[in-house]
């Protein structure tokens, strides 16, 4: 296994806020209801921006960050809402940015994707077939959604997240990187998304499945990677709803200053979120070299996956 | 990196044929006309079959034959045609088959991205995570191709393979597995899918395209692998067109024999052709432990991906 660093970070946000009040407005809701319920005081609508606009602005604020970014090997993008079945997302990436061949692909696997290809780049690496991959969470969620059904148009928001990780061959003393991922189909018509029809989501068995398949799966973690909850500097998990962070935090025995949030502004971007939580952590100083967090996934499939690594 | 075996194979074709003279008479052709130019002698469309009942029944065929089938740790399938955006095709077969949960997620990665799936199972088997995977390609093209365009509308198929793959461990000597894969985006606009548009392709730049990146991609993966096309027992194709196949032979200077097609009458199934072929040869008593063969992918990205192993 090969030790692997998180070189940069890039967002991308669409220009047109949504700011709750309107929708409140428009859905005939309680002033304040939307920020008691979910937390998010705005979201984002992409309205001039399609999605690869979106996935490549997230990518070159990444790049323009980046000292070293040659010799990308691998630019794999995770998505529940694209319209780009051939070329995907990441060919047009590669292609716009005029980046050197390699290796392209778009994944499905659901809100939590951005965890399954973040896995996929790291065993490209310790693989030694490639050096540095692109990892890359876009959804444009606004499109998809039926924006009367309030559980889902007062919490998604579309953006765009992208991460370069590379090998890191300067530490020598190997880094933690434990995974737990875990695809249960059983009730997954709780949570779907097919071309030609709009989202749907049953928020009250999407709100029980994510409060304890998350937990089981921490757990699982914990064990395989044998090493407790304090240990683990914060969890960043997938931003669905703050209820179901909370609730998370609440029967993992966490405090809230563990769990990290940023739904308040950025909404909930399915597979953005977390890469966009990286990027803001990133910013505030949060993520120190050493430190172990967990990724944590959860959504559509229903698939449920973490990763714990060491920053 | 550990030894994988390929355990069992399994497709599935729509029970609807179509013969090549219904779509000469359909689009003004000269008897014989699609045979002569293509190679194939009829295809399949799905009437009644959805892209997931297609790819669940190439899977029951595979899992029909395995005796060992319990511990799959991941079920992957490659697609370009897909309307399963969240859960995904795999995730499908995990319910359905009631299969114990395991990781579930789908690539789009052009028509060659069952090579990309069969490689990110095999790093996930090599990196200890699982110890089976099954890898799917589906493609249901019948209802995305503009049936007046003479181009694709008589070399499509519809289609299915499965493949179960799993650490070997009875093999002690390592066995070769090499892989090569490179996308290139420069001229991706020749071959193209979106939803809400019919598949697009451009055969006289297509068929450029796959004469030459084919064979450079070959070279590259030999170059590697450092051994020589005499090592290689078959190259084993994505289906594309015989035309194209029997270029790729002439460029490499090998025989058409070593250069599998089964294309006559499996048509073009874009993801499904490789995994059908593999189902193919074994039936026929092609494929003999300790043979190298190269799996060629190639298609919409564009991306090239060639994978040489020890079967």
């Given amino acids: 296994m090969k030790n692997i660093q998180i070189v940069a970070n890039g967002i991308y946000f669409p ?7 309107e929708l409140e407005n428009r859905l005939h809701l309680e002033k304040g209801y939307i920020e008691k319920r979910t937390g998010i005081k ?4 992409a309205i001039e ?4 606009d979106m996935a490549l602005e997230a990518v070159k604020n990444a790049l323009s960050k980046a000292e070293k970014k040659e010799n990308i090997g691998l630019i794999i993008t995770a998505t529940t809402s694209t319209n780009l079945l051939m070329p995907g ?16 692909l778009d994944i499905l696997a659901g809100c939590g994707g951005y965890i399954n290809a973040f896995d996929i780049a790291k065993l490209y690496i310790d693989s030694g077939t490639i050096e540095k991959a692109l990892i890359i969470g876009v959804d444009k969620l606004s499109e998809i959604i039926d924006k009367e059904d309030v559980g889902t148009a007062v919490v998604l928001s579309d953006g765009a997240g992208a991460t370069l990780i590379a090998k ?5 003393k190997e880094r933690m990187y434990v995974t737990h991922m875990q695809s249960d189909g059983e009730k997954n018509e709780i949570l779907t998304y097919q071309y030609g029809q709009k989202l749907y989501m049953n928020g009250k068995e999407v709100y029980k499945y994510a409060i304890t398949n998350t937990v089981k799966n921490i757990e699982g973690l914990l064990n395989k990677a044998k ?3 304090e240990d683990i500097k914060y969890i960043i998990p997938h931003q669905s709803n703050i209820k179901i962070m909370k609730a998370i935090a609440t029967r993992l025995h966490i405090p809230m200053e563990k769990m990290y949030t940023n739904i308040q502004t950025r909404g909930n971007t399915f597979c953005a979120s977390i890469p966009i939580a990286l990027y803001d952590m990133q910013n505030e100083g ?21 990763i714990l690594m060491e920053v």
Wanted: hydrophobic share 30%; net charge positive; proline share 3%.
């Fill in 286 to 306: 949060l993520l120190k070299k050493g430190d172990k967090v967990i990724l944590l996934g959860y959504g559509g499939g229903l698939n449920t996956g973490s």
């Fill in 168 to 172: 890191d061959e300067e530490n020598k």
């Fill in 49 to 52: 921006e399609t999605i690869e």
């Fill in 89 to 104: 997302i990441s060919n047009y990436i590669q292609k716009t940015l005029e980046l050197p061949p390699c290796i392209c």
């Fill in 42 to 45: 705005k979201r984002y609508y």
């Fill in 15 to 21: 220009r047109k806020q949504i700011a709750n009040e």
């Fill in 227 to 229: 090493i407790s909850l």
